[in-house]
């Protein structure tokens, strides 16, 4: 199946590595146009090299920390001179981990600043734009954690269900409008994230992070781990 998205503005955040430069380089694959957003310019400098290797057309850039409201208000002033998106994908990097008695209020708030603030203050900023076109596409990356809770990781568990009702909600609203709404919970996927948890699983138990990877794969049916560009074509899909 091919999908043809030439036309479309495409904003992807957390796109400079991880499942959000994977998707970014699908969508761009499939003739999206990008404005890729991250907190780190070198990343993102880096990332937009490489998507404009793979697909002959260099993506819109923005450097902004979606976690503190003076960077999302950038981002806003710099996607608007940009132009209104048609598609708009939220990949948010995961809070620390931790069990509960670790944490404390701090880790909370910081853990709501940093999963549900951004997407819904994007999303409030960018929807009349997308609502004006008649036709849009918001897409939430989550946690397959929203299902099952991940041994660890607390606060991950417990906000992220947040995003859901927030997928569940906004669709309603706006279906009328030729905007759909959907939330993509990854189980295992290769990342740098994941690489890090794997690193830190496996100071506590003495063994290799290796041996923590290989853990993961095994409870995995296809016996691998996902790839972030996998998530992609979902989302090129959705």
């Given amino acids: 199946m091919k999908i043809n998205l030439r036309g479309k503005l495409a904003l992807v955040t957390g796109s400079s590595k991880g499942i959000g430069f994977g998707v970014a380089k699908v969508l761009s694959g499939c003739g999206a146009d990008l404005i890729l957003l991250s907190r780190n310019p070198i990343n993102l400098k880096k990332a937009c090299r490489m998507i404009e290797e793979a697909a002959g057309r260099s993506p819109h850039m923005i450097a902004a920390d979606l976690c503190y409201e003076e960077g999302r208000k950038l981002a806003i002033e710099k996607i ?136 993961f794969a095994s409870e995995i049916t296809t016996g691998r781990l996902g790839g972030p560009e996998e998530i992609g074509y979902l989302a090129a899909y959705l």
């Fill in 80 to 215: 608007r001179e940009i132009g209104d998106p048609d598609i708009l994908f939220f990949s948010i990097g995961g809070p620390p981990p931790g069990r509960f008695e670790e944490l404390d209020m701090e880790d909370w708030k910081r853990a709501v600043e940093l999963l549900l603030h951004p997407p819904v203050f994007l999303t409030l900023a960018l929807l009349p734009g997308v609502k004006k076109k008649e036709w849009g596409r918001i897409t939430y990356l989550t946690s397959v954690a929203i299902k099952e809770p991940i041994e660890g990781l607390t606060l991950s568990n417990v906000v992220r269900i947040s995003t859901a009702g927030l997928v569940r909600d906004l669709a309603r609203d706006v279906a009328p409008h030729g905007i759909t709404v959907n939330g993509i919970m990854p189980g295992m996927i290769d990342t740098e994230r994941l690489r890090e948890l794997a690193e830190e699983r496996a100071t506590a138990r003495g063994i290799s992070a290796e041996k923590v990877l290989e853990g």
